[in-house]
């Protein structure tokens, strides 16, 4: 029953088909990594968050929980809430503070902004990126 309940509770409720969720050798998910899927599944569990906890009607985990996430922490400088990277410390100046990202290994992440009702996911490795002219940019094409 916990080995599977990221499949059943979550991943297979939203369709992320693709998604691999690895335990440590001990068993345990740990839930900062070990976690592997296409860049589409992956825009999926941003827009999970970005709804809210809601996925065509069927609230799969409360706003509650979306807003508890996404407050700061007291010590990181409006940089990190639970588990999920914040901007409201302006770690990227061009982009609104309200954005959030689940940050992945070697440049993949989620980018999700509640006010432009956008989800943006950018995987692969490239070093010193900008990546808030990256952000800023496709805010600025999508207006």
Do not use: C
């Not at 998604?19 to 899927?37: C, K, R």
Request: proline content about 3%.
């Amino acid at each position: 029953e916990y080995l599977d309940f990221w499949y059943s509770d979550l991943i297979d409720k939203i369709g992320m088909n693709s998604m691999v969720v690895e335990a440590d050798l001990a068993g345990n998910y740990v839930g900062s990594s070990y976690g592997w899927a296409t860049a589409r599944d992956w825009s999926k569990l941003g827009l999970l968050y970005l709804h809210n906890g809601n996925w065509n009607g069927e609230q799969l985990f409360t706003e509650k929980w979306v807003k508890y996430a996404t407050t700061p922490t007291p010590t990181s400088n409006g940089e990190y809430g639970a588990q999920i990277w914040l901007n409201a410390g302006k770690t990227y100046p061009n982009v609104p503070t309200s954005m959030y990202s689940f940050n992945g290994y070697q440049g993949q992440y989620v980018f999700i902004l509640p006010e432009q009702d956008l989800v943006i996911v950018r995987m692969g490795l490239t070093k010193n990126s900008d990546l808030d002219a990256l952000i800023s940019g496709v805010v600025e094409s999508v207006k």
